[in-house]
């Protein structure tokens, strides 16, 4: 036959009632009916077998046996309350491991610049980078956090909206030097254009012109396997291509890229998420870094707020 086993709210609302002297002092503490802590301790007695408490008219007191189990409760519930307060600091600590991707592009122009304020604020915290163009898979390639402008997947994931964003063309200002800059979105014909090897050779670029929506397809020159890619050929001079707003930024800022068609710029906005699986989410490490990610997306990657 199995041995009885008590259960630990039981065995408090027994201690409880003895320091209290009083099963309805024990019951207001707890917030809870008189009722149910003398149903708590019923179940204690018929499980064990034996009387564990004196009624009288100045109170509860312990029978022999009840003062030996209320000694043996005060030690194992003392035990299971460091345990909890144990795993409850650990739930909120930023510890262990994140694995995080994203396109290189974003992780070298956006992630990169921001490791050092996130390792001082999560000392404990242990980054791992997983630079790729393609939209990985969460479950198969062990990801945390993926940060992403679409959410067009299988995978049953969480998103948080990091902030909003515009693509721009962009060229260098030698070559704009050496073969001009368009006036309008029909001169594009005349120049070398830089697009990505997932588009293929005919891309179609948006545009605004008098108030309505112009198209204009062009055929590349040059195609680049990633983003990041394409950026470089851009300030190298290589033509004209499209780079979001943010990845541009610096450069424009420094000079070595120049924002061409402004005037004609469509004003689409493309929103980045932070995805992760749901079982992931919850993790204080994962939290941790969708937080400051979502903070870094305001102050440092001049997102637009979602």
Not at 69 to 97: I, N, T, Y
Not at 226 to 246: D, E, F, K, V, W
Request: some cysteine; aromatic content about 4%; overall charge positive.
């Amino acid at each position: 036959m199995r041995a009885f086993l008590p259960d630990p709210v039981d065995l408090r609302w027994l201690v409880r009632s003895l320091e209290l002297r009083s099963f309805s002092a024990a019951a207001r503490e707890m917030n809870v009916a008189v009722s149910v802590v003398s149903r708590g301790i019923d179940r204690l007695e018929a499980g064990f077998g034996i009387s564990l408490l004196r009624r009288s008219t100045h109170g509860l007191s312990a029978t022999p046996e009840g003062a030996e189990l209320v000694q043996g409760a005060r030690e194992v519930l003392g035990r299971l309350d460091e345990m909890a307060a144990s795993f409850d600091k650990r739930r909120h600590h930023v510890a262990g491991a994140v694995r995080l991707a994203s396109s290189q592009e974003i992780c070298e122009q956006l992630i990169v610049p921001q490791l050092a304020a996130l390792r001082e604020r999560h000392p404990a915290l242990r980054i791992e980078l997983v630079a790729d163009d393609r939209v990985v898979d969460l479950v198969t390639d062990g990801i945390d956090v993926a940060l992403r402008t679409t959410l067009g997947n299988s995978e049953a994931v969480v998103a948080r909206e990091l902030g909003s964003f515009e693509r721009r063309l962009y060229a260098s200002p030698d070559y704009l030097r050496r073969h001009g800059s368009p006036a309008e979105p029909a001169d594009l014909h005349r120049h070398q254009t830089v697009t990505h090897t997932a588009q293929g050779p005919d891309v179609t670029w948006a545009f605004r012109q008098a108030g309505r929506k112009l198209d204009v397809a062009v055929t590349s020159q040059l195609a680049a396997s990633s983003t990041a890619l394409l950026h470089r050929a851009l300030l190298a001079g290589a033509g004209i291509g499209m780079l979001s707003q943010p990845m541009a930024a610096a450069d424009e800022r420094a000079g070595a890229l120049v924002e061409v068609l402004k005037p004609f710029a469509p004003r689409k906005p493309y929103t980045l998420y932070a995805v992760s699986l749901p079982n992931r989410r919850k993790a204080s490490r994962v939290q941790a870094v969708i937080a400051f990610m979502q903070q870094a997306a305001r102050k440092s990657w001049g997102l637009a707020p979602a």
